[in-house]
């Protein structure tokens, strides 16, 4: 069993920059990939971007690649989510998962989720 816990999200004007954090617990983090989706208000939940188990190889999704950056502490079984230059169309809950293979980008392949953290941009 892993026990997700993201933080971090707030109210920041488009243009601005957030960090968010997922504390992991139960098994082994250094055996998982980790990954970042989110959901926006009556949309499906979106991939956003995932890390390779040593964090040497990230992917993102289009729509945040050169504005989101991922990586993850080991030592700390803690991975993040740096995020600038938002927009207000990344309103939306932020979930960090723990998946299983390579750099997985589907939902289906990811074992374990956070309750979530709340990410609102103003314009």
């Known amino acids: 069993q892993v026990q997700l816990v993201e933080s971090g999200g707030g109210l920041v004007q488009a243009g601005g920059s957030l960090r968010l954090s997922c504390a992991a617990s139960?098994?082994?983090?250094?055996?998982?990939?980790m990954g970042w989706f989110r959901q926006a208000p009556g949309k499906e939940r979106e991939f956003v971007a995932v890390?390779?188990?040593?964090?040497?190889?990230?992917y993102y999704a289009d729509s945040v690649k050169g504005r989101f950056t991922i990586s993850r502490d080991n030592a700390k079984n803690t991975v993040y989510l740096q995020m600038n230059n938002l927009k207000p169309e990344d309103t939306a809950v932020y979930y960090c998962?723990?998946?299983?293979?390579?750099?997985?980008?589907?939902?289906?392949?990811?074992?374990?989720w956070g309750q979530g953290t709340q990410v609102t941009v103003s314009s």
């Open positions: 139960g098994r082994t983090f250094s055996s998982s990939p």
């Open positions: 890390i390779s188990r040593s964090g040497l190889t990230p």
């Open positions: 998962a723990a998946g299983s293979g390579v750099l997985p980008s589907r939902e289906y392949e990811y074992d374990y």
